[in-house]
């Protein structure tokens, strides 16, 4: 694994006339999750359409997966599109799915390059035929990839995983294969969506200034600790991104137990 910084420490061996130099690693969070915000806010400062702020946001995913994966993260997820979000109105919508399909071309070869396995969070049978099939196509070619999993949260929300898990569970337990009390926070974990990405964040991130879940991974992030960035997503680059990972490398994670 790479780390960007390392805490030495020196000392002195009675059998070396040289200082020992350990490299010991500074704490990388392994799964690292951003609530990307601030782009309509982004666009409008700059008297632009909010399509031009989406736009600008995309090249920031660009950057900063790139970014993490240099860095050492193993796992980044990138909340691109909220169940709230088909809200929104119709041309905004179908710009954010026709940005996706752009991503998705620009960056596949760059995903093999890298060894990045691509998942998809969420309700994604609801997308536009056109993101659907770019998005199932490299899922597919991407699924034995180990460098980073890239998991883009599109049609997602926190209480609709907790809802279709539920659901999944109950079928089992319906057809005879689980018991209500075998029931264990395992299998909701596994039931989710994001059962797909394999570990629970260890860093939340949100830009843009505002600090609230907006339904993401109410699950998940039972743990994580959270940043919360002034930056709307568009300047949201690489030193901005290293320095919310150093701000948790300063945090103390105590999982509800008395530090040693
Ligand atoms: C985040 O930016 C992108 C999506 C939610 C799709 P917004 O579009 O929410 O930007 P603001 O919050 O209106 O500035
Ligand atoms: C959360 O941002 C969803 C995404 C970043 C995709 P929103 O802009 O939709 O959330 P609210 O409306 O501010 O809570
Ligand atoms: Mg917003």
Same mark, same amino acid.
């Given at each position: 694994m790479l780390h960007s910084e390392v805490t030495l420490h020196s000392e002195v061996r009675a059998t070396s006339p040289l200082p020992t130099v350990v490299a010991a690693a500074r704490p990388v969070p392994r799964h690292v999750a951003i609530i990307m915000d601030g782009n309509g806010r982004w666009a409008k400062r700059a008297g632009l359409p909010r399509s031009e702020g989406h736009r600008a946001g995309a090249e920031s995913v660009r950057a900063i997966s790139r970014h993490a994966r240099q860095l050492g993260v193993q796992?980044?997820? $990138?909340?691109?599109?909220?169940? @709230?979000?088909?809200?929104? %109105?119709?041309?905004?919508?179908?710009? !954010?799915?026709? !940005?996706?399909?752009d991503f998705l071309r620009s960056e596949r070869e760059e995903l093999h390059h890298n060894q990045i396995r691509l998942v998809a969070i969420g309700n994604t049978g609801k997308l536009p035929l056109p993101a659907r099939l770019a998005l199932q196509a490299v899922v597919a070619e991407t699924a034995h990839y180990t460098g980073m999993t890239l998991a883009l949260c599109l049609s997602y929300g926190g209480r609709e995983d907790m809802v279709q898990a539920t659901q999944l $569970?109950?079928?089992?337990? @319906?057809?005879?294969?689980?018991? %209500?009390?075998?029931?264990?926070?395992?299998?909701?974990?596994?039931? $989710?969506?994001?059962?797909?990405?394999?570990?629970? %964040?260890?860093?939340?991130?949100r830009t843009s200034g505002e600090q609230r879940l907006s339904n993401f991974l109410l699950w998940d992030a039972a743990y994580a600790e959270f940043v919360f960035c002034a930056q709307d997503w568009p300047d949201f680059r690489e030193q901005a991104f290293s320095d919310a990972l150093q701000e948790y490398a300063n945090r103390q994670r105590r999982f509800g137990v008395v530090a040693a």
């Open positions: 796992a980044l997820t $990138l909340y691109a599109f909220s169940e @709230q979000n088909w809200g929104r %109105p119709a041309a905004e919508v179908h710009a !954010l799915f026709a !940005l996706l399909v $569970l109950a079928r089992q337990v @319906q057809a005879g294969e689980l018991s %209500p009390a075998a029931i264990s926070a395992d299998h909701i974990s596994r039931a $989710l969506w994001t059962g797909r990405i394999g570990c629970d %964040p260890d860093l939340v991130i």
